[in-house]
């Protein structure tokens, strides 16, 4: 089962959250970490015994024991609950064949909770790890982020926080000169830890990291039945993911190959009778990664962060998730407006650079299918890139290119990933695979690498990024057989990814990399939305964005606007000639920028005369004026899913933006509509009263209700859309 987040209950905690609301009047102050992180700064230091460390923020606790290394709680201080109901080690290594836990108490009495009285009886682990000395720091970045755009207004790089290393000694007479390293970081101003481990070699030979487990937590069960679970298991409310991501437009898809749900068969006092509540939270990888660490050398496994939400409320939950992304991958908050240009014939990619400068977009992309080759490294194809390029900067646009990666056959047979059960090329994700230790693969990033260290291109978009196929042969010194080609594909492009990001370099990626430098993947859309006729190409494009918007930041995501036909449909399906469906033109502009998203406007030019010109240029200065409201949260409670057969809108709120909300409504039907929008302006950080003002000027003073609710009055012309900044 897939990480997720799954209902708790925490009415308690709901209520106790909604009074403090209330109580704190008309200041805007509540207390609530989604309006005001700033109070919220992450400590660590010894309790008054000095027995155990604690990291807290105020919103989030840790408590770990040293003198026999153990977790002994998560507390979510906002609900006032524990997560943890056992005491754990802080993961496992396997070194040599033989398992060792870090830390971890044996002896709990009762697993379904752990009491203080019970800490002296129980004892450590024999072949435990345990800690040796402990050091406390800020966090330092994990890569290099060169800013090369404009991003989010309030984040930062590195994050704000407390980093605890925990260096630990194995069992004494064992593994003498190998020592372990645990990291933990708590994060300002979010319920957000990270773990990892590090292993470090001091020996004269080396040691084999056969396997590991980052996490096994026994959790507080989200719910107990006694009958088996069958449909609609609710899990712990946490959301779990890894930087060891891959194949998913989503985070808890990419991360499920690692992150499991599992019964806790030691949980003895569980209602469920067979004693299968999942409540077991195990995060492991499930291929290797069978590394060979030599003498002096380490190892470090991947980063899982634990996200651990106050309330079981769906919008507090995809907001705190949100959140998260702009604490771990501030990059992915740059959102550049961007063209897809059809073309790589020189002419062509001028006409689309000088008219990405004339109607403000910010960034043209040499599309697939444009006949654009970037693994050509001849040097005349080189230097022609590297004057066009110069071309795009002199018009302050920056110029990217598409290269295929994963889903495609290569020659020879034997640079592709071998299936371990036929010995053959084939059997991988997307059928086939290029092998990324192989010596095509070695070949293809330097390429890319010299592409772009030569002609200064400023993006990639790097479709079929490996997706975690398996590759059964050795291919020394990178790879040796099928355990590890997980882990060393894996290496391979995250290594690559982050070299893109030190640079600046933009990278859409359908894929989740995110946590590895990637800036945007899909917002999520089938590609025949795109054939169906343009005015259904409008309600489905913002019925995905409602969708997308719940787990990513506007940026995050790309849309798609096919000027010239796409997967079929013809004329019914495109925009051009441009001029004759300026009305249909002008929603998709609305409908993705007031969103706060980018789509791919694909084709060979983004306007074709004065008016079309006009629309476009006037569609883009309206998102620059409001940008940092516009690329601020979607609060779905407040918005509306396009359903074609009323009005629908969306409502972004930011309490340290001004304007605070922004709410845009569109009109699908042939007439025009008037009708009270419902609007809950609370993570707006809104109390009392506001004032909403129109495109036309005209400002409505409006009456806010104990809950920050309200009703708007709007009308709406048929075909049309309306726009609102609250204060």
């Known amino acids: 089962m897939t990480a997720r987040f799954a209902l708790a209950a925490a009415c308690a905690a709901a209520l106790a959250t909604a009074a403090a609301a209330q109580a704190a009047g008309s200041s805007g102050t509540t207390g609530d970490w989604l309006l005001d992180p700033v109070p919220f700064v992450a400590k660590a230091e010894r309790d008054d015994g000095g027995g155990d460390l604690v990291l807290d923020n105020g919103l989030l606790r840790l408590r770990i024991g040293l003198a026999r290394l153990a977790l002994l709680g998560i507390s979510q201080r906002t609900a006032g609950s524990e997560l943890l109901r056992a005491a754990?080690?802080?993961?496992?290594?396997?070194?040599?064949?033989?398992?060792?836990?870090?830390?971890?108490?044996?002896?709990?009495?009762?697993?379904?909770?752990?009491?203080?009285?019970?800490?002296?009886?129980?004892?450590?682990?024999?072949?435990?790890?345990?800690?040796?000395?402990?050091?406390?720091?800020?966090?330092?970045?994990?890569?290099?982020?060169?800013?090369?755009?404009?991003?989010?207004?309030?984040?930062?790089?590195?994050?704000?926080?407390?980093?605890?290393?925990?260096?630990?000694?194995?069992?004494?007479?064992?593994?003498?000169?190998?020592?372990?390293?645990?990291?933990?970081?708590?994060?300002?101003?979010?319920?957000?830890f990270a773990h990892w481990l590090e292993v470090e070699n001091a020996t004269a030979a080396p040691i084999a990291i056969d396997s590991f487990t980052s996490l096994r937590l026994p959790l507080v069960e989200a719910e107990s039945r006694v009958e088996p679970q069958r449909l609609g298991v609710r899990l712990p409310n946490v959301y779990v993911e890894t930087d060891y991501a891959f194949h998913a437009m989503s985070g808890a898809d990419g991360s499920s190959h690692c992150v499991r749900w599992l019964p806790d068969p030691d949980y003895a006092t569980q209602v469920n009778y067979r004693k299968e509540t999942l409540c077991l939270l195990e995060v492991k990888p499930e291929i290797g990664p069978a590394q060979t660490v030599p003498p002096g050398g380490s190892f470090a496994t991947f980063r899982t962060f634990v996200l651990c939400p106050d309330r079981e409320d769906r919008e507090r939950q995809s907001l705190a998730q949100r959140r998260m992304y702009r604490v771990l991958a501030p990059w992915s908050t740059e959102n550049p407006l961007m063209m897809h240009v059809r073309s790589a014939e020189p002419e062509a990619v001028k006409l689309a650079i000088e008219q990405c400068a004339a109607a403000g977009f910010e960034m043209a992309i040499l599309t697939f299918g444009s006949g654009f080759d970037i693994e050509d490294d001849s040097a005349a194809n080189l230097e022609r890139w590297r004057a066009l390029a110069d071309h795009a900067h002199e018009h302050g646009v920056q110029l990217?290119?598409?290269?295929?990666?994963?889903?495609?056959?290569?020659?020879?047979?034997?640079?592709?990933?071998?299936?371990?059960?036929?010995?053959?090329?084939?059997?991988?994700?997307?059928?086939?695979?290029?092998?990324?230790?192989?010596?095509?693969?070695?070949?293809?990033?330097?390429?890319?690498?010299?592409?772009?260290?030569?002609?200064?291109?400023?993006?990639?978009?790097?479709?079929?990024?490996?997706?975690?196929?398996?590759?059964?042969?050795?291919?020394?010194?990178?790879?040796?057989?099928?355990?590890?080609?997980?882990?060393?594909?894996?290496?391979?492009?995250?290594?690559?990814?982050?070299?893109?990001?030190?640079?600046?370099?933009?990278?859409?990626?359908?894929?989740?990399?995110?946590?590895?430098?990637?800036?945007?993947?899909?917002?999520?859309?089938?590609?025949?939305?795109?054939?169906?006729?343009?005015?259904?190409?409008?309600?489905?494009?913002?019925?995905?964005?409602?969708?997308?918007?719940?787990?990513?930041?506007?940026?995050?995501?790309?849309?798609?606007?096919?000027?010239?036909?796409?997967?079929?449909?013809?004329?019914?399906?495109?925009?051009?000639?441009?001029?004759?469906?300026?009305?249909?033109?002008?929603?998709?502009?609305?409908?993705?920028?007031?969103?706060g998203a980018q789509a791919c406007y694909r084709g060979p030019r983004l306007f074709d005369g004065a008016a079309t010109r006009a629309v476009v240029a006037r569609q883009v200065a309206w998102f620059k004026a409001h940008r940092d409201i516009l690329e601020s949260d979607v609060i779905h409670s407040s918005s509306r899913r396009a359903d074609g057969r009323d009005l629908d809108w969306v409502l972004h709120a930011n309490p340290n933006c001004e304007p605070k909300a922004m709410l845009v409504v569109f009109n699908p039907l042939d007439r025009a509509v008037r009708r009270e929008i419902p609007l809950e302006l609370y993570f707006a950080g809104l109390v009392d009263s506001a004032t909403a003002t129109g495109a036309d000027g005209v400002a409505q003073d409006l009456e806010l209700d104990r809950r920050s609710r309200t009703r708007l009055p709007v009308e709406v012309a048929a075909g049309g859309f309306a726009w609102f900044t609250i204060r």
């Open 88 to 192: 754990a080690p802080l993961g496992d290594l396997v070194i040599d064949g033989e398992t060792f836990p870090i830390g971890g108490l044996l002896g709990q009495p009762n697993r379904a909770f752990l009491l203080d009285e019970w800490r002296t009886a129980m004892r450590a682990d024999p072949a435990s790890f345990q800690v040796e000395n402990v050091e406390i720091g800020a966090i330092e970045a994990r890569l290099p982020w060169r800013r090369t755009r404009r991003v989010a207004p309030d984040v930062r790089w590195p994050p704000a926080g407390r980093h605890v290393q925990l260096r630990c000694v194995p069992p004494a007479g064992r593994l003498p000169g190998v020592r372990a390293t645990v990291h933990l970081e708590l994060y300002d101003g979010i319920p957000l």
């Open 400 to 595: 990217g290119g598409y290269s295929l990666l994963s889903s495609r056959r290569i020659e020879p047979a034997g640079d592709n990933c071998i299936d371990a059960a036929t010995g053959e090329p084939g059997g991988q994700v997307f059928g086939f695979a290029p092998a990324l230790a192989s010596a095509w693969g070695q070949r293809y990033f330097a390429k890319l690498r010299g592409f772009f260290e030569h002609t200064g291109f400023d993006l990639l978009e790097h479709d079929g990024s490996y997706p975690g196929d398996t590759d059964a042969a050795a291919r020394p010194p990178l790879q040796k057989g099928f355990a590890d080609s997980r882990w060393v594909q894996f290496a391979i492009i995250r290594d690559f990814y982050r070299w893109c990001r030190g640079r600046g370099i933009y990278l859409n990626v359908p894929d989740w990399y995110f946590l590895q430098g990637s800036s945007k993947t899909g917002m999520g859309y089938r590609e025949t939305n795109w054939s169906l006729p343009r005015a259904q190409q409008v309600i489905h494009t913002r019925q995905n964005l409602f969708d997308g918007t719940r787990e990513k930041n506007p940026s995050m995501g790309w849309m798609f606007v096919p000027l010239t036909q796409y997967h079929g449909g013809g004329e019914a399906a495109t925009v051009e000639p441009l001029h004759e469906h300026l009305d249909h033109y002008e929603r998709m502009l609305a409908s993705n920028l007031a969103y």
